[in-house]
């Protein structure tokens, strides 16, 4: 299930603070494959981030989401990738169920600036659409 995905990743990232924290965040950032600038549109951007944020999704022909996304910026790339990650191969349905409050699990928005934490409440948003899209789709 998703919200304990989202507990565990929580649990496993809780003993890091502060820049160790934001460190992980910077290294996991290096491991995301860059989108194609074909992808990096308007349409994909998420809007309120500190930095450029784009997030693309699709449904699978399964009914699972996969979702890339990239930024120009680390640590904000870092704090998608812990989200693509936790949604890469659920369930549309389990997705299009979530809200943002189903991420405070994770103890990441308290570390961000308040910009940051807006941004990420709407890439939440926007991955969440997405997963609604798709559901309405099939």
């Known amino acids: 299930m998703i919200l304990d995905k989202i507990k565990e990743r929580g649990?496993?990232?809780?003993?890091l603070e502060g820049h160790d924290r934001l460190?992980?965040?910077i290294d996991i950032a290096r491991q995301v494959e860059p989108l194609d600038d074909s992808e990096k549109i308007d349409d994909n951007k998420i809007?309120?981030?500190?930095?450029n944020l784009w997030v693309v999704g699709k449904v699978n022909e399964d009914g699972t989401?996969?979702?890339?996304?990239?930024?120009?910026?680390?640590?904000?790339?870092?704090?998608?990738?812990?989200?693509?990650?936790?949604?890469?191969?659920?369930?549309?349905n389990h997705i299009a169920q979530l809200?943002?409050?189903s991420f405070e699990g994770l103890g990441i928005?308290?570390?961000l600036t308040m910009q940051r934490q807006v941004g990420f409440g709407s890439l939440v948003e926007r991955m969440i659409e997405i997963?609604?899209?798709g559901k309405q789709n099939t």
């Open 23 to 25: 460190q992980y965040l």
């Open 47 to 51: 809007r309120g981030c500190a930095s």
């Open 109 to 111: 928005r308290n570390l």
């Open 65 to 92: 989401m996969s979702y890339k996304h990239d930024a120009d910026a680390w640590i904000t790339k870092g704090t998608a990738k812990v989200l693509v990650d936790l949604l890469n191969g659920e369930h549309k």
């Open 99 to 101: 809200t943002l409050e």
């Open 131 to 133: 997963a609604k899209i």
């Open 11 to 15: 649990e496993e990232m809780a003993p």
